[in-house]
């Protein structure tokens, strides 16, 4: 992911405003814009708050926001991501909770993120995200972007969003109340932790061979039931 960790945060980074950029390569100035070796590039000032980024955020339909280039520096196309007036409130949110930096120094809110792959080599149309959006790995979650594959600069990037593509998600059901789990939720949160398998690795709880995996992938849930990972119920709240 090098091309989405080298560009800058708009929330956190702070370069000089209004000074000439340096000559990285012949044509890109080192703000990521295109331009004439022999001018002179001014790097454009980068959001810091709250009120400076939201400039940048327009409403355009109910429930289409627009994020025009500028955000963060060599948007080529704009952003757009679709939610109601409630998701608005969250997404938005985290602009906030990310202002200046601040507490949450390291988080990069959705909205950046969604301008960060507008600035990515090759895009097409405009970097979009889905209802579910939040903040991701690179990109957010549930960010889709179109790559032109005549363009010999575009990017070709399976991990945008981390490797959690087709993960599996389980519900457990308590008689718990709220209340119950309020004064143990972070005994309760490092135990779950400690128990469900979750990131990356070459190695898992579940001793795996070839010919399991060939099994697994051609029987699906029934491979799961027969080698005892699963309840003959688990079936009938599955997705496919």
Same mark, same amino acid.
């Given at each position: 992911?090098?091309?989405?960790?080298?560009?800058?945060?708009? =929330?956190?980074?702070?370069?000089?405003?209004? &000074?000439?950029?340096?000559?990285?390569?012949?044509?890109?100035?080192?703000?990521?814009?295109?331009?004439?070796?022999?001018?002179?590039?001014?790097?454009?000032?980068?959001?810091?708050?709250?009120?400076?980024?939201?400039?940048?955020?327009?409403?355009?339909?109910?429930?289409?926001?627009?994020?025009?280039?500028?955000?963060?520096?060599?948007?080529?196309?704009?952003?757009?991501?679709?939610?109601? &007036?409630?998701?608005?409130?969250? =997404?938005?949110?985290?602009?906030?909770?990310?202002?200046?930096?601040? /507490?949450?120094?390291?988080?990069?809110?959705?909205?950046?993120?969604?301008?960060?792959?507008?600035?990515?080599?090759?895009?097409?149309?405009? /970097?979009?995200?889905?209802?579910?959006?939040? /903040?991701?790995?690179?990109?957010?979650?549930? !960010?889709?972007?179109?790559? *032109?594959? !005549? *363009?010999?600069? &575009?990017?070709?990037?399976?991990?945008?969003?981390?490797?959690?593509? !087709?993960?599996?998600?389980?519900?457990?059901?308590?008689?718990? =109340?709220?209340?119950?789990?309020?004064?143990?939720?972070?005994?309760?949160?490092?135990?779950?932790?400690?128990?469900?398998?979750?990131?990356?690795? /070459?190695?898992?709880?579940?001793?795996?061979?070839? &010919?399991?995996?060939?099994?697994?992938?051609?029987?699906?849930?029934?491979?799961?039931?027969?080698?005892?990972?699963?309840?003959?119920?688990?079936?009938?709240?599955?997705?496919?």
């Amino acid at each position: 992911m090098s091309a989405l960790s080298s560009l800058p945060d708009p =929330m956190t980074d702070d370069p000089p405003c209004d &000074a000439p950029a340096k000559e990285d390569a012949p044509g890109i100035s080192s703000s990521g814009f295109a331009s004439d070796p022999s001018a002179v590039t001014v790097r454009p000032r980068i959001p810091r708050t709250y009120e400076e980024a939201m400039q940048y955020i327009t409403k355009t339909s109910p429930c289409c926001y627009t994020i025009r280039p500028g955000l963060v520096p060599a948007m080529s196309v704009p952003g757009r991501f679709y939610v109601n &007036a409630r998701l608005s409130e969250l =997404m938005l949110g985290e602009l906030r909770q990310a202002e200046g930096g601040g /507490s949450h120094a390291g988080f990069t809110p959705a909205a950046v993120q969604i301008s960060n792959v507008a600035a990515l080599p090759g895009i097409v149309g405009a /970097s979009l995200a889905m209802p579910d959006v939040h /903040s991701g790995y690179g990109f957010s979650i549930g !960010n889709v972007a179109a790559f *032109d594959m !005549n *363009d010999p600069e &575009a990017v070709v990037s399976p991990g945008g969003v981390g490797f959690d593509i !087709n993960c599996g998600v389980r519900l457990l059901r308590t008689n718990l =109340m709220e209340e119950d789990v309020q004064p143990v939720r972070e005994q309760l949160a490092q135990a779950l932790f400690d128990h469900i398998p979750v990131g990356v690795g /070459s190695k898992g709880v579940i001793p795996t061979t070839k &010919a399991d995996l060939d099994a697994a992938l051609e029987l699906g849930m029934d491979w799961s039931l027969r080698e005892g990972y699963a309840w003959p119920e688990d079936k009938e709240h599955c997705e496919e």
